[in-house]
């Protein structure tokens, strides 16, 4: 049975991007088609976003949307068939989707994206002659209200979905919005969108769609528990029997060691020995000695404490003394940006570091460093270690979340075994990530096991294929409900 799907999401590569929603968004129409799923995705009308449009046609005068005119695009930019909010009072902001030049959110955050939702279900319902979707699809908090408004209002609607990328980030707001947010007065309670005495975006579509999904089978275990459930363990568990955990791909056109116009040379497991030329141009490109024989530890992440960051800083005299170098690629929290830079300063020629972010910097961090360090407390699911397989970095990552699902631990059995794709180690703590590191010290002091470990991992499936199979049945099972 074919399936159309709307999905509702702020962020969508390559058009905008601030981190792994919008890789998701961006890979999960194309592999739908093969399921016999048709995607379009909404997403708001960033000025990032309309350059890249190209030409694109007024599908719908949308009328007053929040305080001012706006309009629905239709458009197919980038592989992806879309709908666009052109609302320029609401998102004709350059920069952060989400926050101001001072780095704070921008006040009228909660209109911003509860006119991304209200949008979303106006859809549903039919709005636009000759499109009526199936399902609607809702990517965290930022599309939380789609659900919402699907839920309270009149007449026949799709299935819902609600996805949650990271627990953390909830979309909370004033109670006193709710009539300019154009929700009835019964959706404030606790069986609707009221969160600890205000509006809660995320809490809204987790408790009102059909379906909900997070990015890992592990972490849909860990957010029942009142430690990962960070206030909303108790609605997970009521609603357990719709919750699933399905894993994240990685776009495989997109990273592909073999045509990966970011690096100096293309490589592939059977061609591995060509990586070199990565490794080479990365020590450069980060300022590290050009020692060959010393392993290359990686690092690109945001800067903050749920990353394990400031284990990191603390870990350092033992990476350090076991001859490795690091490179950091990433931005975040001041105090950790300081604290790499200073060790930077301390260590030249062996710490390397790039504030910010740079997506061919990324792609040549893969193909050139040796491991990939992902010390996470908590990960949804993580992206940039089924990039590191796929480019040979043996991932080291903590047994958390989609971390925990998706790398073999290299331990003895699994050696003997030949399975392991990586180190896993208990949490982002000094003690046990010096660990970790001894570990893969010795496994580089047996460049056999080393080899046999990158072969290992290059041959893993990070694919989207497996986890578009699981959407497409459960859009299947949201459109007969």
Not at 67 to 73: S, V
Not at 224 to 239: H, K, N, V, Y
């Amino acid at each position: 049975m074919s399936l159309t799907v709307l999905s509702v999401a702020s962020e969508v590569y390559p058009l905008v991007k601030t981190g792994g929603l919008a890789d998701v968004t961006g890979a999960l129409p194309g592999a739908l088609t093969a399921e016999g799923i048709a995607m379009r995705s909404l997403l708001p009308g960033y000025p990032a976003v309309l350059r890249r449009l190209g030409p694109a046609e007024t599908a719908l005068d949308l009328g007053p949307l929040f305080g001012g005119g706006a309009r629905l695009l239709a458009a197919r930019a980038e592989g992806l068939d879309l709908f666009v909010i052109d609302a320029p009072h609401l998102y004709g902001r350059e920069g952060n989707p989400y926050a101001g030049p001072d780095g704070q959110d921008w006040p009228d955050n909660p209109q911003r994206f509860a006119a991304l939702g209200q949008v979303a279900a106006r859809l549903g319902q039919g709005a636009l002659p000759g499109f009526r979707p199936d399902v609607v699809h809702a990517h965290d908090w930022q599309a939380g209200l789609a659900p919402a408004y699907l839920h309270y209002a009149e007449g026949r609607r799709p299935g819902t979905v609600m996805t949650v990328h990271n627990l953390a980030f909830q979309g909370q707001c004033d109670a006193g919005l709710l009539a300019t947010l154009g929700l009835p007065p019964q959706a404030y309670s606790i069986d609707g969108v009221e969160y600890y005495g205000s509006i809660g975006f995320l809490k809204a579509g987790l408790r009102l769609a059909d379906r909900i999904t997070t990015v890992s089978p592990s972490y849909a275990a860990e957010i029942l528990t009142e430690a990962g459930g960070m206030g909303l363990a108790g609605l997970l568990r009521d609603r357990r029997a719709v919750l699933h955990g399905i894993l994240n791909g990685i776009d495989t056109g997109v990273w592909d060691p073999t045509a990966d116009p970011h690096l100096p040379s293309p490589f592939g497991a059977a061609t591995l020995a060509a990586r070199g030329d990565s490794r080479q141009a990365l020590r450069a490109r980060m300022g590290l000695d050009d020692d060959a024989s010393a392993l290359v530890v990686g690092i690109v992440s945001r800067l903050s404490w749920q990353k394990g960051m400031d284990a990191v800083l603390e870990a350092l005299p033992a990476l350090l003394g076991h001859g490795m170098r690091l490179a950091v690629l990433g931005t975040g929290d001041r105090a950790l940006e300081d604290g790499f830079a200073e060790a930077g300063r301390a260590h030249p020629g062996r710490i390397g570091l790039h504030l910010g972010y740079d997506e061919g910097l990324a792609h040549l961090m893969q193909g050139g460093c040796d491991a990939l360090l992902v010390p996470s407390r908590f990960e949804p699911c993580g992206l940039t270690q089924l990039c590191a397989l796929r480019y040979g970095a043996l991932p080291v990552v903590a047994r958390a979340g989609g971390l925990a699902d998706t790398v073999i631990d290299a331990n003895e059995m699994a050696l003997a075994a030949g399975v392991g794709t990586g180190v896993q180690f208990a949490a982002a703590t000094r003690d046990a990530l010096e660990a970790a590191l001894g570990r893969v010290a010795a496994l580089w002091r047996d460049r056999a096991a080393w080899a046999r470990l990158q072969a290992n991992a290059m041959g893993s499936d990070v694919g989207w294929s497996r986890p578009a199979r699981h959407y497409a049945a459960l859009y299947r099972a949201a459109a007969r409900g």
